[in-house]
């Protein structure tokens, strides 16, 4: 969450500190949304060494 929220603030900047709706709030959620999204599908596909697996 917290280099999404950086990335988000960079961007915001960058692009001159927008005010209007749609471009703030697409920088401003979106971008962190997407970073917590692709953390949670990254550590999905390659956390395979930690799952449990009961034998019996």
Known sequence: MIP???????????AGQPVTEPMESLICNG?????????LLFGWKTGEEYDIRIES
Do not use: D, Q, T
């Not at 999404?4 to 960058?14: K, N, R, S």
């Open 4 to 14: 999404g929220l950086l990335l988000a603030m960079l961007i915001w900047y960058l």
């Open 31 to 39: 971008i962190p949304l997407l970073s917590v999204f692709l953390g």
